[in-house]
């Protein structure tokens, strides 16, 4: 009897510690796209998606003080690009000084409610990669492969240049809140898209805290006749070389015919 | 109207870009020259990468040398012999101007010898013929006689060995000049990414002498091999021909040719070189002030591997 009392005991402590041990329930991230495939077709001029959400809570999230923040990355394809300076020498502007970047992504977008460093502390931003300033941009720097501090002229000139061309962005007011815990932002896509996959990184913070995150994704792609050209160019170079040569004398003979004056 | 490029991966006017062929064209068509040196600046400045722009407007000149050709042809103002000569050298010079493309492409200053070759070329060319063409207005508006070119013409290229009789041009000359001729031509275009008739036209004129009547036709059918073939090489080596883009521009770019013909011919010759000569010497000034000037922003990008 005191046996079966004991074990009884042990058994209610192991369930209570484990009950203990089990963390609250934090929050969850329930996301979606307006449009997961999107098609590149011949008349595409840029295109505006939208991402919403909503933060789903349980009783036994713990109650927050202030409000939730949100901070959403949309990455594109990645790619190798090499950013180049001038400099004046022997009285002509050349190109002296070039650094490359390894595997960035060819589109980056960042969205928040709010300034990052409003939304996070420095190093939680720098670790999480918020906004355009912490996001990873590799370098190969001499034998080395790293990031540099965002002042870096090359780095802010490279962040700069995209940013012009509407390939990188940062808008930290586009997020917004419908409801403390729904929430909406755009997602605008400039003409000259970069055709692939295009991840999207939600984070939620809570009191300078990151408690929840979520991914999604969305393809942009080229449909029907930009598919087949692509395609044909690419993998069958020499068929489609000499089909261009004879489209271009085919044009060039008609002509002659029908401005034949002779 | 808007229409997105499948390989450029931009969206372009149709319209802009066929006005852009046509404008070119009529150029091309007045001077009998394939006018890459304009069309490439251009395009690229309406936002295509540059090794896009190049690669495309070699068939586009394809297509309208080739419509010229065919007309030369009616005409019977090409000389075949001549052309195939020319074109031996042509080729080969093609094939090392790739070769050497690719290679400063590696290192890293392409951009800056196709920007100085283009200083170079078009202020010489430009500026020569420009010259010429006035004093040959100022010597008619004086009333004197032009006198024939012929004066000493038996310099020492005629006394070069391998001579060939070329029957349509009516001339006796060695093929070496003209291989060579091809060969720089050639090399010339596939570096800087132009048909090089602007150099070769007068190049036969004025050092070969061979008879304007078959000049313009003949150059025109080494503009057109080179161009085909540099084509093809494009399209096997970078994939980046965009035949709808070169569609557009050909439709534009022999149509413009036609009524630019028509228009050369009502001109007289020295109006046609000094206005010629301008056109050129403009493009080179533009080309050269873009070195000298601080640009507006010291920094660019590229995709490596992909633009030239």
């Known amino acids: 009897m005191t046996l079966r009392a004991a074990l009884a005991t042990v058994v209610a ?26 098609t590149v077709t011949p008349n595409y001029s840029g295109e505006e998606l939208v991402l ?117 962005r940062e808008a930290t007011s586009a997020v917004t809140f419908l409801t403390p815990t729904l929430f909406r932002t755009g997602i605008p896509l400039p003409a000259e898209v970069p055709i692939g996959t295009y991840d999207i990184e939600i984070k939620l913070f809570a009191d300078g805290a990151l408690v929840a995150k979520s991914e999604t994704a969305f393809d942009i792609v080229k449909v029907g006749f930009e598919q087949f050209i692509a395609n044909a160019a690419r993998n069958h170079g020499f068929i489609y070389g000499v089909l261009t040569a004879a489209m271009a004398l085919m044009t060039g003979w008609m002509a002659s015919v029908v401005f034949r004056r002779d | 109207m808007q229409l997105y490029l499948p390989i450029a991966d931009i969206p372009v006017n149709v319209f802009l870009i066929l006005a852009m062929g046509a404008a070119v064209g009529f150029v091309s068509g007045m001077f009998g020259i ?39 042809w009616r005409r019977r103002a090409i000389d075949p012999t001549l052309a195939l000569v020319l074109l031996s050298g042509g080729i080969v010079g093609t094939a090392l101007g790739v070769f050497v493309f690719t290679l400063l492409r590696n290192l890293g200053q392409l951009d800056l010898l196709i920007a100085l070759s283009y200083v170079i070329l078009l202020s010489t060319v430009g ?109 096997v080596t970078n994939h980046l021909v965009d035949a709808v883009l070169a ?26 070189r000094l206005l010629l000569g301008l056109l050129i010497l403009a493009v080179g000034i533009r080309f050269a002030i873009e070195l000298v000037i601080r640009p507006e922003d010291l920094f660019t990008i590229r995709e490596t591997g992909g633009a030239g």
């Open chain 1, 52 to 168: 919403f959400g909503s933060v789903e809570r349980d009783d036994k999230t713990p109650a927050r003080t202030g409000n939730y923040d949100l901070v959403v990355t949309v990455s594109g394809p990645r790619a190798d690009l090499v950013t180049r300076r001038k400099e004046r020498r022997f009285g002509i502007w050349i190109n002296t000084d070039s650094r490359q970047f390894l595997q960035v992504p060819a589109y980056l977008a960042v969205f928040a409610n709010r300034p990052i460093d409003a939304i996070a502390p420095p190093d939680l931003a720098r670790r999480q990669q918020l906004g355009l300033n912490n996001v990873l941009l590799t370098q190969r720097v001499g034998t080395d492969y790293a990031d540099v501090v965002a002042t870096d002229p090359f780095r802010s000139a490279f962040v700069r240049l995209r940013t012009e061309h509407g390939l990188y």
């Open chain 2, 127 to 235: 500026g020569l013929m420009f010259w010429e063409g006035l004093r040959a207005m100022l010597r008619i508006r004086r009333g004197e006689n032009i006198p024939l070119r012929r004066s000493g013409s038996h310099g020492w290229i005629h006394g070069l060995p391998l001579k060939m009789r070329f029957k349509r041009s009516k001339i006796y000359l060695s093929v070496i000049p003209i291989v060579v001729t091809g060969l720089v031509i050639g090399f010339i275009g596939a570096v800087m990414g132009i048909g090089g008739s602007f150099i070769l036209i007068p190049i036969m004129i004025y050092w070969l002498r061979i008879p304007t009547s078959t000049v313009i036709g003949t150059s025109m059918v080494l503009t057109l091999v080179t161009m085909v073939f540099a084509t093809l090489l494009h399209a």
């Open chain 2, 247 to 272: 569609l557009i521009l050909m439709v534009g770019g022999v149509t413009g040719a036609q009524f630019g013909a028509r228009a050369g011919q009502k001109i007289r010759g020295e109006h046609l």
């Open chain 1, 13 to 38: 402590a192991v369930a209570l510690g484990a009950g203990a041990l089990t963390p609250a329930r934090a929050e969850r991230l329930i996301v979606s796209v307006s449009n997961h495939r999107v």
């Open chain 2, 34 to 72: 394939g006018g890459g040196f304009l069309m490439t600046p251009l395009l690229i400045f309406v936002g295509i990468a540059p090794a896009v722009a190049v690669a495309s407007v070699a068939s586009h000149i394809a297509a309208s040398s080739f419509s010229g050709a065919l007309s030369y």
